[in-house]
């Protein structure tokens, strides 16, 4: 139902910022407002974690990991979620994927990477 494609990764060093974006490009709005969107990642020999979500309505939700540190945003106008990502450290190294939160379906896009070098 959803078809997202993540971008806005890359090279930064320790203490650097990012923003993800999320796009649902082929999604009309309504459909799009129907899914709590969450960026996950997964690091090198680690499971895939959810790290933030964000509801229709801006309720979000943090992994401690990164609280005060990310935010997670929306413009549905848009059919984009946003990730700024702020203060980076290593331990933030992975490909970042955006999913519906629950997952209905296993399938994820290609992810964007995030590199955290020092």
């Known amino acids: 139902q959803l078809q997202l494609v993540e971008s806005g990764g890359g090279l930064v060093q320790p203490g650097g910022s990012l923003r993800l974006s999320c796009v649902a490009s082929r999604a009309i709005l309504s459909t799009f407002n129907r899914y709590v969107i969450g960026w996950y990642r997964q690091a090198p020999g680690k499971q895939r974690e959810l790290v933030a979500s964000?509801?229709?309505?801006?309720?979000?939700n943090y992994d401690d990991s990164v609280k005060g540190r990310f935010t997670i945003s929306r413009h549905n106008s848009k059919k984009t979620v946003y990730l700024q990502m702020n203060s980076l450290n290593a331990e933030d190294t992975a490909v970042y994927y955006c999913?519906?939160?629950?997952?209905?379906?296993?399938?994820w896009g290609q992810g964007t990477q995030v590199t955290v070098f020092s």
């Open positions: 999913n519906s939160v629950p997952i209905s379906s296993n399938s």
């Open positions: 964000v509801a229709y309505n801006g309720v979000t």
